[in-house]
């Protein structure tokens, strides 16, 4: 059974700083993976989508990596802005057309 | 088109009550998903269509969970007698067919913004 697990649980950085989200998956043979974000109370809000054949994906400030190999990808955030404070949430798609996701991440960005 | 859309945003309704949910994916997406989030978790897949074909469902979705999704289009999520263990988030997503090059959720998934039910 696949089992996603997101590190740290929470996050509390200042204004500015970069910062590293991780994420573990237990099976490797998975086809790609998404990283989404959740304000509380919220929908999901897709951020990057990272395909079976790439590395790694980069939008904005937002840059997301994968190793299929070692079960682990990692969303980089480069000049954390409290606009950031959410819940990150990684999620692995299986050959069934299912995402099982991961716990999260809260992340609180302080001005 | 303005992405996926769940009605109604919340619903507060008494144990042994039903309840519906509607999802309107995105007009081109014909693959339709249904998740369940409770506090402080990822979400958990219920159940998928592919047009009006509801092609699996978790083990999650017992007896008094129903979906539906006629003609292809949207969707209806209904529990009957509800408990208060069903009181979470529950979320709808889309997303298109894999065609050409891209492997299984190659186009990613889009998601609404969600239901929230609390049974009291």
């Known amino acids: 059974k696949q089992e996603v697990t997101q590190i740290p649980a929470a996050l509390s950085v200042p204004e500015g700083e970069n910062l590293v989200l991780n994420c573990s998956f237990t099976?490797?043979?998975?086809?790609?993976l998404q990283w989404f974000r959740q304000d509380p109370g919220k929908g999901l809000t897709s951020l990057l989508l990272i395909q079976s054949s790439q590395r790694e994906q980069t939008s904005g400030r937002l840059n997301a990596s994968l190793d299929k190999s070692s079960g682990r990808s990692t969303l980089y955030i480069a000049a954390s802005q409290p606009g950031d404070s959410a819940t990150y949430l990684c999620?692995?798609?299986?050959?069934?057309?299912?995402?099982?996701f991961g716990t999260g991440t809260r992340l609180l960005v302080s001005p | 088109d303005t992405g996926v859309s769940q009605n109604p945003r919340h619903k507060i309704t008494k144990r042994g009550q039903n309840v519906t949910f509607r999802c309107d994916p995105i007009s081109e997406h014909n693959r339709l998903y249904w998740y369940r989030q409770t506090l402080g978790q990822g979400p958990e897949f219920l159940t998928y269509f592919q047009n009006e074909a509801q092609l699996e469902k978790s083990r999650l979705l017992s007896d008094r969970f129903s979906a539906e999704r006629p003609k292809g289009s949207f969707s209806t999520l209904e529990i009957q007698r509800t408990e208060q263990g069903d009181s979470a988030m529950y979320l709808c997503a889309s997303s298109p067919e894999d065609r050409g090059v891209a492997s299984v959720g190659g186009y990613g998934y889009t998601f609404g913004s969600g239901t929230r039910l609390t049974v009291v």
């Open positions: 099976d490797s043979a998975i086809y790609n």
């Open positions: 999620a692995v798609i299986t050959g069934f057309q299912k995402l099982v």
